[in-house]
């Protein structure tokens, strides 16, 4: 089993906590986030783990190394000065993650979610993970209904960063710097997604005032 912790980018809004610091090393009452999201995807039963480095990149492999303290064998995707995005930054790394669907989690989120072997629907390509629209965004991101992503005019639900991809998600893309968001909306609009909601702790910890309001917690 093989899943994918995005790190690569440079953390604009989180700026200036990640001058210095890469976004997946920020400490939440003195835990790094990557090191969360590594305890989460071992204790799910995951054995390998890709890891994208970008911004700061050498100081997330010097912590993490082989990921062998996690009981687990992480393999790093290199972009460093050539940021992938999302989209980009999972298409470089399906060699590594293989033909079977895989769990991808953003860096910078703080949860306590757990993620299980999901058994998704012959015809989705993704499984996205939502949440509640937190009190800090104008409008959500998708709908659900009976269990599939949906586009809405206005959307009950934000999308929460952790996802499960078929490889075949992928298929029309190519080599290159691209986001998810916009399939996301084309596979919603085609009801090739499914998805469930998760109302347990998470955080985008997406600007120095919401991290430093977590750590007060």
Same mark, same amino acid.
Request: aromatic share 10%; with cysteine; net charge negative.
């Given at each position: 089993?093989?899943?994918?912790?995005?790190?690569? &980018? +440079?953390?604009?809004? *989180?700026?200036? !906590?990640?001058?210095?610091?890469?976004?997946?090393?920020? =400490?939440?009452? $003195?835990?790094?986030?990557?090191?969360?999201?590594?305890?989460?995807?071992?204790?799910?039963?995951?054995?390998?783990?890709?890891?994208?480095?970008?911004?700061?990149?050498?100081?997330?492999?010097?912590?993490?190394?082989? &990921? +062998?303290?996690?009981? *687990?064998?992480? !393999?790093?995707?290199?972009?460093?000065?050539?940021?992938? =995005?999302?989209? $980009?930054?999972?298409?470089?790394?399906?060699?590594?993650?293989?033909?079977?669907?895989?769990?991808?989690?953003?860096?910078?989120?703080?949860?306590?979610?757990?993620?299980?072997?999901?058994?998704?629907?012959?015809?989705?390509?993704?499984?996205?993970? *939502?949440?509640?629209?937190?009190?800090?965004?104008?409008?959500?991101?998708?709908?659900?209904?009976?269990?599939?992503?949906?586009?809405?005019?206005?959307?009950?639900?934000?999308?929460?960063?952790?996802?499960?991809?078929?490889?075949?998600?992928?298929?029309?893309?190519?080599?290159?710097?691209?986001?998810?968001?916009?399939?996301?909306?084309?596979?919603?609009?085609?009801?090739?997604?499914?998805?469930?909601?998760?109302?347990?702790?998470?955080?985008?910890?997406?600007?120095?005032?919401?991290?430093?309001?977590?750590?007060?917690?």
């Amino acid at each position: 089993m093989t899943a994918m912790i995005l790190a690569a &980018g +440079r953390g604009e809004r *989180l700026r200036p !906590v990640t001058d210095n610091v890469p976004k997946a090393m920020v =400490e939440v009452h $003195g835990e790094k986030l990557i090191d969360r999201h590594l305890s989460m995807l071992a204790n799910a039963g995951e054995k390998t783990v890709v890891i994208n480095l970008g911004w700061l990149g050498e100081q997330i492999a010097g912590h993490v190394g082989s &990921g +062998r303290q996690f009981g *687990l064998n992480v !393999v790093y995707s290199p972009e460093y000065d050539n940021v992938l =995005e999302t989209g $980009g930054g999972i298409y470089k790394a399906l060699p590594i993650l293989g033909s079977e669907p895989f769990w991808v989690i953003n860096a910078d989120i703080f949860t306590d979610m757990s993620i299980w072997p999901d058994d998704m629907d012959d015809d989705a390509l993704a499984h996205l993970v *939502l949440v509640p629209t937190p009190s800090h965004k104008v409008n959500g991101d998708f709908d659900l209904v009976e269990g599939k992503i949906c586009n809405g005019d206005e959307p009950a639900f934000t999308y929460s960063g952790v996802a499960r991809y078929r490889p075949e998600f992928f298929a029309g893309a190519s080599n290159g710097r691209f986001s998810v968001a916009p399939m996301f909306r084309t596979f919603a609009d085609q009801g090739r997604m499914s998805g469930n909601v998760y109302e347990g702790s998470w955080e985008d910890v997406g600007t120095p005032e919401r991290l430093a309001n977590l750590n007060r917690r």
